[in-house]
């Protein structure tokens, strides 16, 4: 699939380059845009999470295969922990906007 070792780091540095300028759209743009961005960057982390996956964990459960970045070393974990807060546990509290079911009900009037 690759032709060389180095290929898949450079594809994950470009989609964490990537995901660094959806993360700064949706912060620096109105709410509609900033809500596809936001989407559309938590997407892209988890399928980062999942390739890192797929290439260092999934191998720890087997018999036969190693981590592929393993001569990374302790910096490998480091990356794993840092993507699995931002691609799990960020975005299980990010707060959704609320929108009424009937605009021409005020939220007020029902309480």
Known sequence: MFSTISEPPK???TLQLYA???ALVAVSTP???ANVANTH???VLFGTWVIYSYRNIYPLGTFTLEPLDLHEGWLMWAKFAVLTFAAAVVPSFIPTQ???FDPKVRPDILA
Do not use: D, N, R
Request: net charge positive; no cysteine; aromatic share 14%.
């Open 11 to 13: 594809i994950l540095t």
């Open 20 to 22: 660094s300028l959806l």
């Open 31 to 33: 709410s509609k845009i």
């Open 41 to 43: 960057l938590v997407w």
């Open 98 to 100: 609320y929108i009424p």
